[in-house]
Every structure is written in C-alpha cells, then in structure tokens.
C-alpha cells in the first residue's frame, strides 16, 4: 500500500470516526456537522467539518465542562491535517473573532490550542496554527498578569522565528564588544547557530561546522553567513572559544535571544533564506554538513 492511500484511508477513518463514534462520546456537549452525501471529496467533507464544526456548541454551556470541551477541540484539531490550509485559518479566525470581546473564552481556546497544537506531547503540533490563539490570548486586558506574560511570550517566539517568520535585526554584542545587528547580515543564505559552551553536543557541532570545508567554500563565495551566538552575557570563555573559530563566521552574543527563539536544547540552528525569512529549523549538525556538501558539489558542477 502506498503512503498516499495509507494517509487517505486514515483520513477517511477519522472522519467516519469523527461523525459516529466520536459524536457519540461528546453529544451531551453538541453534535459535529455532518457533510451532505453529494461531497464525496475527502479534503472537501473534511472542509466542510472544520469550517462548520462549533456552529452547534453552546459556548456558555461548554465553559463549565472543559474537559468535554477540550476533548470536541481535540476532534476538530484531529481533522485539520486533511482539510484546505485555507478553510483551517479562516475556520480558527472566524472561532477567535467571535469571542474577541469574551475573555474567559479566548483564553481557554489558547489553552486548548497549546496542548494539543504547541505542547511537547501534541500529536499534530502546529506553530503556525499556534500564532493566532497566543496573539489573541496575549491581547486579553483582563488575563492574570503570568498567563498574559506566557502568551504574549509564545506570541513573540512564533512571530519571530516559526517556519516563514522574518527574523527580527535583534541587537548583538561581538566579542570585541562593537555592536550591531542581525539585519546586517548578508549572504544568499544564513546559518543561526545558537550554542551553549558548556555542552558537549554545542562543542561538537562547532568543531565539525568549523572544520567543514564545503562549509567554509559556501561563505566564501557569497552563498552561507555563519552567525554564531551566544544567548547570553559576552564572557571570557565565550571570547577565548571564539577565537579559534573561522575568521569569515561572525561571533556574537544576544542575552534576549530566548525571548525570540525557541532554545529548550542546544545546539539551536535556524536556516534563513536573504531575506531572513526562516526556512528551516531543528536541524541537526549531521544533517547542515551533508546540505552543505550538496550544494557546494552542485555549484561546483556549474562552474
């Protein structure tokens, strides 16, 4: 069986599920849309679920049970991979508009999206679905001051530096203690490499990175900036490990670097196109040395 068909049936399941036996379970809270027989599609009748799915609940009523709330989000974020990324926007702002006046639903919606879409446990973890929860919780007035502080935070993160976000030119430190900023960088392509010295995996990726000579070929023709930062306060070690690095790699520290990264481990890499524009993230140092052996082997092949 192929991928293809495997992932089909499994939405086909899940949307039978959805309107059977899941309806049951959750009917005491309200009943999920049904498609009409004339949609055979599945994308479009999983479309049609999503775009339609809270039209039945009675908001008020599902707040005082929460955890048949939260079980009809899961259900609804469970069918979210196989509909339209446009009908899954349209369907979480139009939720979010409806309630931008009811703080205590706004707030649980953000709950609930953090657990089951930004959670280490969430089974379909989405930042890009994430965004627009954490920005409207963090605009909340009325939200308890820490709870505020924790949306507005993941708000920041996932605008800053989620898949398609921009990063921002934050202020930088060098090791010489001039100052910059990250929007000074240039090159057709840019390697943020969060590292934390005093972790082997950190060391380990700088030795074999520094040591690259497909790496140090792509920089010096133009094509990779190397950027390599300290999220913390500049120290005596930090300057010392710096200096055995390559001249062309740009050494820096951003002490409020976790304020717009995610770093829960190190190393931390962040691919950005020239525009700073991320393209790509959790990688691993393995796999950057082989990215880069395939591009400068290419280019060399069209020299």
């Known amino acids: 069986m192929t991928r293809t068909l495997h992932n089909t ?17 959750a009917a005491v809270l309200f009943d999920y849309p049904s ?20 039209e039945r609940c009675n908001f008020d009523r599902a707040m005082l049970n929460k955890a048949q709330f939260a079980s009809a ?22 939720l979010l ?33 994430m965004l627009p929860f954490a920005t409207a919780a ?32 934050l202020a930088f430190t060098r090791t010489d203690g001039s100052k910059g900023n990250l929007g000074e960088i240039t090159g057709k392509s840019v390697l ?17 990175l520094s040591s690259d000579i497909n790496t140090s070929e792509l920089i010096e023709r133009g094509e990779l900036a190397v950027v390599y930062i300290n999220p913390g306060i500049s120290n005596a070690k930090w300057v010392d490990e710096c200096k055995n690095l390559p001249e062309s790699w740009t050494c820096v520290s951003i002490p ?31 796999y950057l040395i082989g990215a880069f052996r395939t591009a400068n082997q290419a280019r060399k092949r069209h020299e």
């Open 192 to 208: 943020l490499f969060f590292a934390n010295p005093d972790e082997l995996k950190s060391t380990v990726a700088r030795i074999r």
């Open 97 to 129: 508009e409806r309630f931008n006046k009811k703080n205590d639903i706004t707030l649980e919606l953000a709950r609930m999206a953090e657990r089951y879409l930004y959670s280490d446990s969430a089974e379909i973890r989405s930042e890009e679905l």
């Open 73 to 94: 989000f899961s259900d609804w974020v469970d069918i979210m991979p196989y509909a339209s990324a446009q009908t899954v926007h349209s369907a979480i702002d139009n």
């Open 138 to 169: 963090a605009k909340v007035k009325k939200a308890p001051k820490e709870e505020k502080a924790h949306f507005e935070n993941i708000a920041r993160i996932l605008s800053s530096s989620s898949l398609n976000a921009t990063v921002p030119p």
């Open 35 to 54: 498609p009409p027989d004339s949609i055979n599609n599945l994308q479009e009748r999983c479309d049609y679920i999503v775009a339609r799915f809270w």
């Open 256 to 286: 409020d670097a976790a304020k717009y990264f995610n770093l829960s481990e190190f190393p931390s890499f962040f691919f950005l196109n020239s525009h700073h524009d991320v393209l790509a993230k959790n990688l691993d140092s393995d």
């Open 9 to 25: 049936l499994k939405a086909l399941l899940i949307t039978i599920c959805m309107l059977a036996g899941a309806n049951a379970r």
